[in-house]
């Protein structure tokens, strides 16, 4: 529990120093996606180009949000 809480603390701290600087233009969305993209090349995965832009949504979806994913195959829970 303790690693989801740190991870946490880093993407709320990454968003409110990016909306300190740049307010409502970068999306959880693509800090999220980003973050994903560097800790797999941190951790030697793949590498893959992060397209940005991403707003981020009202409602959640989880076959769309699998739908473009590099490297996984979509997960049956």
Known sequence: MKKEKDD???????????ED???GVVSCADILA????????????????VPLGRRDGLTANRT???INLCCSRPRHY
């Open 21 to 23: 600087a740049c307010p």
């Open 34 to 49: 980003l973050a994903a993209a560097v800790s797999s090349v941190l951790a030697h995965g793949p590498y893959w180009k």
């Open 64 to 66: 769309l949000a699998n």
């Open 8 to 18: 946490y603390v880093a993407h709320v701290y990454i968003k409110t120093a990016l």
